[in-house]
């Protein structure tokens, strides 16, 4: 992930003498971890394909209003591809219901954790993926999926670094909660 | 070996499909056009099952496929304060009074697990259950299916380790099981233990017959407006004991209903939706609402939600977007 290491040290994609960035340039970088995203939020392959390529498709046609002096592409990137996925039309809901009962029993140990992660199908943990929150699912498959930092996944929601990372720890609670009940 | 969930999350085998990148130039190369969605046929094996299924219905006229005229469920008693703790430890206390009395049970793995009581209407089905000894009461992955072996998904539940009291709450009953009432059948293979606890494997498979709750149009409020959204209603409905509202909203708020404002400050604050409804009784008492539901996509946005009510007369719909505005309905259930 050479664009997340340059990302993470705070390099702009774009040195002085890299091509200009062109749609195929865009494509060959990101599409696979926009991908990787996209299968992590969509419900399924079909909904993640249409995913990656609406978003894809409109930072190809925004090409233009990249400013690089305003930050990375990465940034620019994640923060259309997030905004895509939300305006996509995942369903969500929004339970007031006894999920947060659930939530609120403390996790189990890490030696738990191992044993039960061992057993569970790569299937089975993307299913389960999937049926976290849109918002959760979002935090995930940004750090996760797209390999993004704290900062950066909170640069595309739009909240603090501090914010993003309690938000997908928050999240990673959840999922652990789903997966004991998977299995 | 040691493998955390970050891990496995992170070595997800995510492969991009051959075809994107392609099609994604492809489609970028024609500005303004919009991608043409796959066409998504109900496949026709569908189709002729759900004819045969109908044709089953109309003709058999067994209990089993329309258990609501069934005497078996004519003579059912209708639970009253039984199950009035365990509801109300779930905000459903409304429903109380409304549960037919079930009395089904089974035992595998030393524990035994009855179906005391059940209720269902189009919007949710509730069904009380007993664990004995009640240690592990939690049911992990419980499945519930009607009569034509549908599953109905599972919404939530509550679980007390101490009594072996369980509700456990799915989503409502189907067509045609709302108008013939639902034979469910309840299983689950696995017993939990809370907070943590060994999983407890066994067979519990239990049945009950529930008649499913009608429910009657309301008059549709007219429509509200916030900044410059249109939140128009689209349906109204009551049951005896629950009011669910769906709306369709347009404008600009309509892709932000799912947006959350504020700060998250550690063990003191959260970040909460911006919008925002609730349903008054005239006492000025909060009917507990137990689903809300937002979905976006192309065209107008649409919401529904449920609440479970306690009486008739009028009630107060409030919906509030936090800092654009909000605007109140008033629903009279009769």
């Not at chain 1, 060959?28 to 498709?57: H, I, K, N, S, T």
């Not at chain 2, 004991?241 to 504020?262: C, F, H, N, W, Y």
């Amino acid at each position: 992930m050479a664009g997340h290491d340059q990302l993470a040290h705070g390099q702009p994609v774009e040195a002085r003498d890299d091509p200009p960035l062109t749609a195929e340039l865009l494509c060959a970088r990101y599409a696979p971890r926009v991908y990787r995203f996209a299968a992590m939020v969509a419900a399924g392959e079909v909904e993640a394909e249409d995913l990656a390529q609406d978003a894809l498709v409109h930072a190809i046609r925004s090409l233009g209003q990249f400013d690089a002096r305003r930050g990375s592409v990465e940034t620019w990137l994640w923060r259309i591809v997030v905004n895509v996925a939300i305006d996509a039309g995942r369903v969500s809901t929004r339970r007031r219901l006894l999920w947060e009962r659930f939530r609120s029993q403390p996790a189990s140990g890490e030696n738990v954790e191992d044993l039960a992660l061992m057993r569970i199908t790569a299937a089975e943990l993307l299913a389960a993926v999937r049926r976290l929150r849109p918002r959760e699912r979002g935090m995930i498959a940004l750090r996760f999926g797209a390999g993004l930092g704290f900062a950066e996944v909170g640069v595309a929601y739009g909240i603090s670094s501090a914010a993003a990372t309690m938000a997908t720890r928050r999240a990673l609670d959840t999922l652990r909660i789903l997966l004991k009940e998977t299995r | 070996m040691s493998t955390s969930l970050e891990d496995r999350l992170t070595d997800l085998d995510l492969p991009m499909p051959d075809t994107l990148v392609p099609h994604i130039l492809a489609q970028a190369a024609q500005p303004g056009t919009r991608r043409i969605q796959p066409m998504r046929h109900r496949p026709r094996w569908v189709t002729v099952a759900m004819a045969v299924v109908l044709l089953f219905v109309a003709i058999s006229g067994v209990s089993f496929y329309a258990p609501r005229f069934a005497q078996v469920l004519a003579d059912a008693p209708v639970v009253g304060t039984a199950v009035g703790p365990a509801l109300r430890s779930v905000g459903l206390a409304g429903l109380e009074g409304r549960f037919t009395a079930l009395d089904s049970r089974v035992t595998s793995s030393g524990y035994t697990v009855r179906l005391v009581a059940g209720y269902a209407d189009a919007n949710q089905t509730v069904l009380v259950l007993k664990v004995d000894p009640p240690d592990r009461s939690f049911f992990m992955r419980p499945e519930l299916t009607d009569q034509f072996g549908r599953e109905i998904g599972f919404s939530g539940g509550m679980s007390d380790t101490r009594t072996g009291d369980n509700v456990l709450i799915f989503r409502g009953i189907p067509w045609p099981d709302s108008v013939l009432g639902a034979r469910v059948r309840l299983h689950s293979s696995v017993l939990q233990a809370l907070p943590v606890g060994q999983p407890l494997a066994g067979e519990w498979t239990l049945q009950g017959t529930i008649p499913v709750e009608s429910s009657r149009p309301l008059p549709l409020p007219a429509a509200g407006i916030l900044a410059d959204s249109t939140f128009r209603f689209t349906q109204v409905e009551a049951t005896a004991a629950t009011v669910s509202i769906q709306m369709e909203i347009s404008g600009p708020l309509a892709k932000q209903l799912d947006r959350v404002v504020g700060e998250t400050i550690p063990e003191v604050a959260k970040p909460h939706p911006a919008f925002s409804y609730e349903l008054v009784d005239a006492g000025g008492g909060a009917a507990t609402a137990i689903s809300g539901t937002t979905s976006t996509g192309i065209g107008p946005a649409k919401f529904s939600a449920t609440w479970v009510i306690s009486h008739p007369g009028e009630y107060r719909l409030g919906i509030a977007y936090e800092g654009i505005g909000s605007f109140e309905r008033t629903i009279t259930v009769p």
